[in-house]
């Protein structure tokens, strides 16, 4: 949270994306009690299980509430499911579904998740930081368009440019949800939120502008207004050269950078807001001196300014647990360079 607030602390903070997940053993024996997904996320004692497994095995210094983007939809009517070995699978998207999703029904299928939140603060060492989140209406609206995911996402950028309306009207469904759901996130305990922007990186420069700044703005601007020292960190994953105007667009506190940001652009960034990342996950997957090199490396870059160390995007389920804990040594043994 002193990161959040501009402070440069060394060793800086250190968590990763998708840290409870399917690379820990302890995960995947909680997961195996739950065959629907979506039922293991509004699951509030395995939900909470599993957000605090890397915090005991590592020591994180922050927990992410584990749950899944497409909670919001599913909240408002929308017909998800998630399928073995292809991921989320939704309806198509079409005007008659739209139609149907109901903002009221949201806040009392999302009571499971808050109760987590709320589980999680009590459970959680008060040093450690709780992390919320959503998906940015983009991303999350991506998988309705074809019904799942496509190569770079075509099927929804086609979608999106054929019937702009149609989209328009799913995105305005999701940003007062998106809204409300933070917002109760912060009143259960939540320090800071983080909105996962994971395909924006594949629209042009018009559409970077209309269907993920204008949404996480508004996501931004309306959580603040009932959450005045609300801490929000936007992922707009793949859009290095649009970072700065992101920033300055959409009032985010923090920004993430994926792992193929160029340096001296990332410090440009770290000038403006604090910056978390960006250590490639498959460096986390080679291990040794790969891992290592990839280490040193973001913290000679970004270390001397505020930092949150974190991947680049989350960790692969393939990842070594042994080598997660080598990466936090080493992050947390690197002498300050400042003396």
């Known amino acids: 949270m002193r990161v959040l607030e501009g402070d440069r602390l060394w060793p800086p903070p250190v968590w990763m994306m998708r840290q409870a997940g399917r690379y820990l053993p302890e995960y995947r024996e909680v997961r195996s009690k739950k065959v629907n997904f979506l039922e293991f996320c509004y699951d509030t004692d395995l939900a909470t299980e599993v ?6 095995r590592y020591g ?54 808050i109760a987590t939140v709320r589980r999680l603060r009590a459970e959680l060492p008060e040093e450690t930081t709780l992390l919320g989140f959503c998906g940015a209406p ?15 996402q075509i099927a ?19 940003v007062p949800a998106s809204i409300r759901y933070l917002i109760r996130q912060f009143e259960a305990g939540a320090d800071a939120v983080q909105v996962f922007d994971t395909w924006a990186g594949v629209l042009d420069d018009a559409g970077f502008a209309r269907w993920s700044i204008a949404p996480t703005k508004a996501i931004v601007a309306g959580v603040k207004a009932a959450v005045p020292h609300a801490k929000i960190i936007g992922f707009p994953k793949a859009s290095a050269a649009r970072l700065k105007t992101y920033i300055a667009e959409t009032g985010v506190d923090a920004v993430g950078l994926d792992w193929t940001v160029p340096g001296a652009l990332a410090q440009d960034v770290q000038r403006m807001v604090p910056v978390q990342g960006n250590l490639d996950p498959m460096r986390l997957v080679a291990g040794g001196a790969a891992l290592d090199e990839g280490v040193d490396q973001v913290l000679k870059t970004l270390g001397d300014g505020p930092l949150v160390f974190n991947l680049g995007h989350g960790v692969t389920p ?19 360079p400042r003396g």
């Open 51 to 56: 957000t605090l497994q890397p915090i005991r």
């Open 60 to 113: 994180f210094d922050a927990a992410i509430l584990f749950s899944d983007i497409f909670v919001v939809p599913d909240a408002l009517g929308y017909p998800v499911r998630f399928e073995e070995g292809r991921g989320p699978v939704l309806d198509p998207l079409r005007s008659g579904l739209v139609d149907q999703l109901d903002q009221g029904r949201a806040e009392q299928h999302l009571d499971p998740v």
């Open 138 to 152: 983009w991303t999350v609206a991506c998988y309705s368009v074809a019904g799942h995911t496509t190569q770079d």
């Open 156 to 174: 929804a950028r086609v979608g999106a440019y054929r019937d702009p309306e149609l989209m328009q009207s799913f995105i305005d469904q999701l």
């Open 318 to 336: 393939d990842a070594d647990p042994d080598n997660v804990r080598r990466m936090i040594e080493r992050v947390r043994a690197t002498p300050d």
